[in-house]
């Protein structure tokens, strides 16, 4: 699904805005009625507290989940938008140019850190080979691809700190250089937009400080990325601009600022009931008020 | 240093020791198993009332191996084992290191193979040479060949095919229908048959792409019937269960190996012989071997190569990299038939006649259990694995002398079967990734190491 951005109701800044989106899985309303977009060149973070969604979101997102309602509309930088929830997921990352890692590391553990790498490189590595074929004769053209695609291996290894790791089989990594290696290897397919799911859990502080920097450079590169993240030490420190679910809705939106003192959000982490969330909520006005005068 | 020293008789008699008590204690483990089954018999007698009989000696046989076995595995069996371990450990460093004839060991293999048929021809004569170059040369190449193939789909995608055999099938009847109704030779039809195979691979591919596992090796065990019986009953083409016989040979450049004076023997002044015919075969076969090994590395060093490899690690992040795997299934399945193909055409020229009982489902059995024993996705451990298992199996044949212990009516086929489960039991409790179980990378950046068995997957379907 492409279409040149025209009459469309985003602006350009928005490279991806999702509408009314929902997803029921049998009785369970998973994803109700959400909306909210990310903007171009920012780091947005999708946080919740447990069961709230944020996955599914992603599934939806990337494909792998196909909503029961509502749009999801990504804008490439060329102008042209496509429609996710009616792409195959595989198509998504080729030709939409979202890119994701995953909760659950999922690494080609058998498979070297650079091979890893170089699969993520497939469609341009496939198109340069003519399908194979002209590969399999001594293509010049896939031999110069070939090795341009090592380089861009070898740039991201760099930028993830495995450079020494190359020729180590994935699955033999550190917990924390397999994290660094999925985004890596998600980023080596070109993304505009990547997606990543958690990508500070079970990280020491250190790790977590050097993803923090890894992060920020891919957006200064001009990537943007949505994160589902935990850790809210990451989320305040990095994203641009936050989206907090709860039980399939969104309950705020904003900057880091504005979530981190939205008595709803912080209800939502806290656990406390309706009547006391509304009392917040005037306390927290009366405070303002009071603040003001 | 002085502990151990001052250790080691003491952990030798404790050894004895220990070993004397498991041996007593599996003793009474096998004698209170086997007491009722072993130790008594009953049966009736002419008025229905039951008898027993005691078996004592019986009983004391069974709980005496089972007790002397427990006391040799544990004195001389688990140090041998412990030992070895050990000595692997250290040997470790020096693996890296590996000898001229290490590294030189395929083209060794190699100029063997290319020498063969001289050799045997010089040693026993033509008449001599053929059961060497045909039973053990042909027979295994063509289970290397086969072997190979079907490691495209198993070894390197990962996909469990239960019903290889069919591609075989159909290469083997494309050649042997179409030269038989429409005359076409070898040479044109040897391709086909492989694009007919490899057609048919994409038809069994499509139905089961969405299944994984164990689901898809029932489909595609069924698919290697479904194909088996249409042989079997579609009579009019296929001529059923009696097969097609007489199937033209194969020509060498369409001389052809007969008694005509065109044929090759006469052309070269030489004495009739069918050795030459079976000579060319073994040639003809090393050739295709040598393509598919040929093909198989480029492959793998393509992006279909590695991405197959990668749906064999994980499906799900090939999906999420963008690599269609539809796409990169039918390959798989399509190339590795093409080689099955290529293998049955063969199959009918060398044999002259084909028939359904040669497609049955061991056939794929066996080709499977050598991609497994090799260790899947190594080439190298295939074509050991061939020849283990396919020259085991004629050996068997050549066992005559065993009917001197056994008495005349031994025959050791019978026993192929049993041995050849044996053989596979051993070797997949010494080496559980086969014979060669480490993974080469496709690509390195600086330094080529070999990715132990341990971090691959055999994948899911």
Same mark, same amino acid.
């Given at each position: ?6 009459d469309?109701m985003t ?6 805005s999702v509408e009314?989106?929902?997803?029921r899985f049998g ?9 909210f977009t ?6 947005t973070?999708?946080i919740g507290?447990n069961?709230?969604?944020k996955t599914t979101v992603?599934n ?11 749009m999801i ?5 060329n102008?042209?938008?496509h429609l996710?929830?009616r792409l ?6 080729r030709?939409a140019k979202?890119a994701?890692?995953f909760q659950?590391?999922?690494l080609?553990?058998?498979l070297t ?8 490189q497939?469609n341009?590595l496939m198109r340069?080979?003519?399908?194979t074929? /002209? ?14 695609a090592i380089?861009?291996a070898?740039?991201w290894l760099?930028r993830a700190d495995l450079?020494d790791?190359?020729d180590?089989p994935?699955g ?7 994290r660094r290696l999925?985004i890596?290897r998600?980023m080596c397919?070109?993304?505009e ?6 990508p500070a859990?079970g990280?020491n502080p ?13 957006r200064d590169?001009?990537?943007s ?8 030490s990451v989320?305040?420190e ?5 989206v ?12 880091p600022?504005?979530v981190k003192n939205?008595p709803?959000?912080?209800?939502a982490?806290? =656990?406390?009931d309706?009547d006391?969330?509304?009392?917040a909520?005037?306390?927290v006005?009366s405070?303002?008020? =009071?603040?003001g005068a | 240093m002085?502990?151990t020293?001052l250790?080691?008789p003491?952990?030798e008699g404790?050894?004895v020791g ?10 009474v483990?096998?004698?209170?198993l086997?007491l009722?089954y072993i130790g008594?018999r ?6 229905n009332?039951?008898?027993v009989y ?5 009983l004391?046989?069974f709980?005496?191996i089972?007790?002397?076995?427990r ?8 140090p ?10 250290a ?6 290191e ?5 590294k ?7 100029v063997?193979?290319?020498?063969y048929?001289p ?6 004569g ?5 059961k060497?170059?045909d039973?053990? =040369? ?9 072997a190979w =193939?079907l490691n ?6 990962g996909l469990?095919d239960?019903g290889?055999?069919?591609f075989?099938?159909?290469g083997a009847?494309s050649?042997a ?11 044109v039809?040897?391709?086909?048959? &492989?694009?007919?195979?490899a057609?048919w &691979?994409?038809i069994?591919g499509?139905p089961?792409?969405r299944l ?10 069924a698919f ?13 083409v296929t001529k059923g269960t009696f097969g097609?016989?007489s199937?033209?040979k194969a ?6 190996f007969?008694?005509?004076?065109n044929?090759f ?8 012989s069918?050795?030459?015919y079976?000579?060319f075969l073994f040639?003809l076969i090393l050739?295709?071997c040598l393509?598919?090994a040929?093909?198989?590395i480029r492959?793998?060093?393509m992006?279909v190569g ?5 749906l064999r690690e994980d499906?799900?992040a090939?999906?999420s ?8 299934k ?5 190339? &590795?038939a093409m ?9 009918a ?8 009982e040669?497609f049955?489902?061991?056939e794929s059995?066996v ?7 090799g260790?899947m996705g190594?080439?190298?451990g295939?074509?050991v694995?061939?020849i283990?298992?396919t020259g085991g199996?004629? /050996? ?8 001197h212990f056994?008495g005349?009516?031994f025959t050791?086929?019978?026993y192929?079967m049993?041995l050849?489960?044996?053989?596979m039991?051993?070797v ?6 086969g014979?060669?179980?480490?993974r080469?990378?496709s690509?390195?950046?600086r330094?080529?190491?070999?990715v132990?068995?341990?971090f ?6």
């Amino acid at each position: 699904m492409i279409m040149k951005v025209s009459d469309s109701m985003t602006s350009p800044e928005d490279i991806l805005s999702v509408e009314h989106l929902s997803m029921r899985f049998g009785g369970l309303m998973a994803i109700n009625d959400l909306s909210f977009t990310a903007r171009r060149g920012e780091i947005t973070a999708l946080i919740g507290p447990n069961g709230a969604g944020k996955t599914t979101v992603f599934n939806c997102i990337t494909g792998f989940y196909k909503p029961t309602m509502g749009m999801i509309r990504m804008t490439r930088q060329n102008g042209e938008e496509h429609l996710l929830e009616r792409l195959p997921d595989f198509i998504i990352t080729r030709d939409a140019k979202v890119a994701r890692t995953f909760q659950n590391i999922r690494l080609f553990s058998g498979l070297t850190v650079l091979e890893n790498l170089l699969v993520a490189q497939h469609n341009k590595l496939m198109r340069a080979s003519g399908y194979t074929l /002209l590969g399999l004769l001594g293509s010049p053209i896939y031999k110069r691809e070939a090795k341009k695609a090592i380089e861009k291996a070898a740039h991201w290894l760099e930028r993830a700190d495995l450079l020494d790791r190359a020729d180590d089989p994935a699955g033999d990594l550190s917990y924390g250089a397999q994290r660094r290696l999925e985004i890596a290897r998600a980023m080596c397919t070109d993304p505009e937009l990547l997606c990543l799911d958690e990508p500070a859990a079970g990280l020491n502080p250190k790790e977590s400080l050097a993803l923090n920097t890894l992060l920020r450079s891919i957006r200064d590169e001009g990537t943007s990325l949505l994160l589902i993240e935990h850790d809210m030490s990451v989320v305040m420190e990095i994203s641009d601009h936050v989206v907090v679910l709860e039980y399939g809705q969104k309950i705020s939106d904003g900057t880091p600022e504005h979530v981190k003192n939205d008595p709803k959000v912080i209800a939502a982490y806290l =656990g406390v009931d309706d009547d006391e969330v509304d009392e917040a909520i005037s306390e927290v006005e009366s405070l303002d008020g =009071g603040q003001g005068a | 240093m002085a502990n151990t020293v001052l250790d080691t008789p003491a952990t030798e008699g404790s050894l004895v020791g220990k070993a004397i008590k498991e041996a007593l204690f599996t003793g009474v483990m096998t004698l209170g198993l086997f007491l009722l089954y072993i130790g008594f018999r009953t049966d009736q007698d002419i008025s229905n009332t039951p008898i027993v009989y005691g078996r004592p000696g019986l009983l004391a046989i069974f709980v005496a191996i089972a007790a002397v076995g427990r006391f040799l595995m544990v004195v001389f069996v688990q140090p041998l084992l412990k030992a070895r371990k050990e000595a692997k450990a250290a040997a470790v460093v020096q693996d890296r290191e590996a000898t001229f004839f290490k590294k030189h060991i395929l083209k060794f293999a190699l100029v063997a193979l290319i020498f063969y048929p001289p050799v045997i021809v010089s040693l026993y004569g033509f008449q001599g040479s053929l059961k060497f170059v045909d039973n053990f =040369g042909i027979q295994i190449l063509i289970y290397v060949m086969l072997a190979w =193939g079907l490691n495209i789909v198993v070894g390197l995608a990962g996909l469990l095919d239960l019903g290889y055999v069919a591609f075989y099938a159909v290469g083997a009847y494309s050649y042997a229908l179409l030269s038989s109704y429409y005359g076409l030779s070898f040479w044109v039809l040897l391709p086909i048959s &492989g694009i007919l195979a490899a057609f048919w &691979g994409m038809i069994l591919g499509f139905p089961v792409l969405r299944l994984r596992g164990d689901y898809l090796a029932i489909v595609t065990l069924a698919f290697g019937e479904i194909i088996r019986l249409v042989l079997i009953n579609w009579t009019d083409v296929t001529k059923g269960t009696f097969g097609v016989s007489s199937i033209p040979k194969a020509t060498l450049f369409g001389i052809p190996f007969d008694a005509s004076p065109n044929g090759f023997a006469k052309m070269f002044g030489l004495p009739m012989s069918s050795a030459y015919y079976k000579i060319f075969l073994f040639y003809l076969i090393l050739v295709l071997c040598l393509i598919t090994a040929y093909v198989t590395i480029r492959l793998r060093r393509m992006p279909v190569g590695r991405a197959w490899e990668a749906l064999r690690e994980d499906e799900i992040a090939c999906r999420s990299l963008g690599i269609n795997t539809v796409t990169t299934k039918l390959t798989a399945f399509s190339i &590795g038939a093409m080689f099955g193909g290529f293998a049955g055409s063969f199959f009918a020229a060398r044999q002259g006649f084909v028939s359904p009982e040669s497609f049955v489902f061991m056939e794929s059995a066996v080709i499977l259990a050598i991609v497994v024993l090799g260790g899947m996705g190594s080439l190298t451990g295939i074509a050991v694995a061939a020849i283990v298992m396919t020259g085991g199996t004629e /050996l068997l044949r050549e066992m005559e002398f065993l009917k001197h212990f056994f008495g005349p009516d031994f025959t050791p086929e019978l026993y192929r079967m049993l041995l050849f489960g044996l053989a596979m039991v051993v070797v997949m409790i010494l080496k559980p990734r086969g014979f060669v179980g480490s993974r080469e990378p496709s690509a390195f950046l600086r330094e080529k190491k070999a990715v132990s068995g341990s971090f691959t997957k055999e994948g899911h379907g």
